[in-house]
Every structure is written in structure tokens, then in C-alpha cells.
């Protein structure tokens, strides 16, 4: 089956660091979604793109993040100066959207990264 | 977005069935209802998605009555394995390309099943 791929699983970053979270989406699948969730908390919704732009994001998703698809398979998310507070699960999701009536929304997550802001 | 109201937390035994109740009394005519399945430290994963009345794959069904207030998510025969949280979601699902929707998650309901 199909997944979405991130790495690293796991990034230790001091407070100030710039870090970039990859993700490699499905093949085929047209809109791509980054997500956190801080321990014990729930999923948040940060960004939306498609198209090489974006579609919609939080108030979560500051000056400080941004997004980037560098190539045909790679979406990735930078933080530019990491705080503690960005201390989170972070999950890329990617789902499909090739024009067929009743595109049902349906998001593919996967495993996640977990950034450690020291 | 339509508000969702699920259980903080059940607790069932291996081989039972387990009834999961959403409410979602404002839900809207465009709305779909979808379940999502979460395992510590991994991405949530789709299980099902429905409008109305009844919609079953291969791993649990989904129970909507006529008003669409509530939905019920439907697990067979549980094991150890399906001990997750399990979110409600209720949104608008685009019926073109090009306006995809966030999902937004509520808190969830943590089922464990004991053996």
C-alpha cells in the first residue's frame, strides 16, 4: 500500500536553529497538508498546497515556517529559528484530487517527526 | 465547522463489539462525517467516511440515522491492536479539484481494550 514517508523520525535542534522536516507524499496525490501536535494535545492543522502554492494556513503558521516542494516528489516544511515551544509531533498528509466529482477528502498521514527544540 | 462531541474514553474487552456516538447536532447539508484511528507517536489513519444511513468496509462500520445528528462508528470483534484514540470529523467534502479542506480534530475518544 501507497505511503507517505517523513524524515528524519526524530530532530534535536537547540532554540535559534533553523530545521526542515521532509516529507515524500503518494505518487499520484495532488494536496499536501502539514499538521503538529504537541504532547498530550491535539492535532493541529498548519498548511495546505496545492498547485506549488499555498492553499490555506493557520495562525499557527507564522513568519517562521514555510513550505517548499524542491522537486517532483519531496514537501517540506522549514521552521527558520526554532523556539521551545515548537517542541511537537509534525505530520505530513498528502491526499489526492484529479478532478473526479466528489473528492472525498480523504488524508494520508504519515509516521511523523518528532522535533525536540532544547 | 460543525462542533463534535465524542466520549473522552471507553474501555472494552478482546473479541467484543465496540459502538463509538459522535454527536454533531449542527451538522450541514455538505457535510461528510470520517473516522480516524491514532496510535501512539504515528499519523492518524482514515478508517471510513459516510453521509447517511449505513456504510461498512473491511474494518468497522459507520451508523448515521436519517437526521445525521449523531454517527456511530462500529468495530467488530476488537483486539489489543485496536486500542487508539478515535476521532469524529465533520466537514465540507469538495466536489471539485482544487479546494481542498484542513481536517480539524476534536480530543478524541481513547479506547483501550483489556484482555
Known amino acids: 500500500e501507497p505511503e507517505v514517508t517523513q524524515t528524519p523520525s526524530h530532530q534535536v535542534t537547540q532554540m535559534g536553529q533553523e530545521v526542515i522536516l521532509r516529507c515524500v507524499p503518494i505518487?499520484?496525490?495532488?494536496?499536501f497538508y502539514w499538521y503538529r501536535q504537541i504532547l498530550g494535545q491535539k492535532v493541529e492543522f498548519l498548511v495546505s498546497f496545492y498547485n506549488n502554492e499555498i492553499s490555506e494556513k493557520s495562525e499557527i503558521f507564522d513568519d517562521q515556517f514555510s513550505v517548499e516542494r524542491p522537486d517532483g516528489s519531496n514537501f517540506t516544511l522549514k521552521i527558520r529559528s526554532t523556539k521551545l515551544e515548537d517542541s511537537a509531533m509534525y505530520f505530513c498528509?498528502?491526499?489526492?484530487?484529479?478532478?473526479?466529482?466528489?473528492?472525498?477528502?480523504?488524508?494520508?498521514f504519515g509516521a511523523g517527526t518528532r522535533l525536540s527544540v532544547l | 465547522l460543525a462542533k463534535t462531541t465524542q466520549p473522552i474514553s471507553m474501555d472494552s474487552y478482546e473479541g467484543q463489539e465496540v459502538n463509538i456516538t459522535c454527536s454533531h447536532n449542527n451538522i450541514a447539508t455538505n457535510d461528510y462525517i470520517t473516522w480516524y484511528q491514532q496510535f501512539p507517536s504515528q499519523g492518524p489513519r482514515f478508517i471510513i467516511q459516510?453521509?447517511?444511513t449505513k456504510v461498512t468496509n473491511e474494518v468497522a462500520s459507520l451508523f448515521i440515522p436519517a437526521d445525521r445528528k449523531s454517527s456511530t462508528l462500529s468495530l467488530p470483534r476488537v483486539s489489543l491492536s485496536d486500542t487508539a484514540v478515535y476521532y469524529c470529523?465533520?466537514?465540507?467534502?469538495?466536489?471539485?479539484?482544487?479546494?481542498?479542506?484542513?481536517?480539524?480534530f476534536g480530543s478524541g475518544t481513547q479506547l483501550t481494550v483489556l484482555p
Open positions: 470529523l465533520v466537514g465540507f467534502i469538495p466536489i471539485s479539484s482544487g479546494s481542498a479542506r484542513q481536517l480539524t
Open positions: 505518487s499520484n496525490h495532488l494536496y
Open positions: 498528509a498528502s491526499s489526492t484530487g484529479t478532478g473526479a466529482p466528489r473528492v472525498k477528502n480523504i488524508q494520508y
Open positions: 459516510g453521509y447517511k
